[in-house]
């Protein structure tokens, strides 16, 4: 394991010495915190918990991620954050973040954060809304291209 505040040879990734997390920059900005996952979930529905699992095992079978609870969402992160979920009484409204813009009928919301930066958001109310193989293969393109950066350019 790296000591906090070190960059790993094998990840390049920066840890925060106060409280863990790991970062693509050194010293980046973040609410240094660390919340307890099920506490997310104290208020909802059981439903919503189970959708939760269900969307990290879709996203697990990419590839290894590490869960991270914030006060108010839920990220996923491989070299970098490239989705996640907030937590509503009777719904997850799950992330994730494409180089392309798509079409779903569940789609309540698509923002551009950059040319390659494309973040859809569904709300999902139970484990078996999951169920649909584009939403596991969008989140496979996810993890692949921004959360393992696999679509950025290389540095020479």
């Not at 989705?83 to 509503?88: C, E, K, P």
């Not at 799950?94 to 390659?116: C, M, Q, S, T, W």
């Not at 989140?139 to 692949?144: D, F, H, Q």
Request: proline share 6%; charged share 30%.
């Amino acid at each position: 394991m790296t000591e906090p505040g070190r960059r790993s040879a094998a990840d390049e990734l920066w840890m925060c010495p106060r409280c863990g997390h790991r970062f693509v920059t050194t010293n980046m900005a973040h609410s240094c915190s660390n919340y307890d996952l099920d506490t997310s979930f104290a208020r909802s529905r059981p439903s919503v918990r189970a959708a939760f699992d269900q969307f990290v095992k879709l996203i697990e079978r990419c590839g290894p991620v590490e869960v991270i609870a914030q006060k108010t969402r839920i990220t996923i992160m491989a070299k970098v954050r490239f989705a996640g979920a907030t937590v509503l009484l009777d719904r997850l409204r799950i992330g994730f973040a494409l180089g392309r813009r798509i079409e779903h009928p569940n789609l309540v919301k698509v923002e551009d954060y950059g040319p390659r930066w494309i973040v859809h958001r569904l709300d999902i109310r139970e484990p078996a809304e999951l169920d649909d193989p584009a939403i596991a293969a969008w989140l496979c393109e996810s993890y692949r291209d921004l959360g393992l950066r696999g679509s950025l350019p290389v540095k020479r």
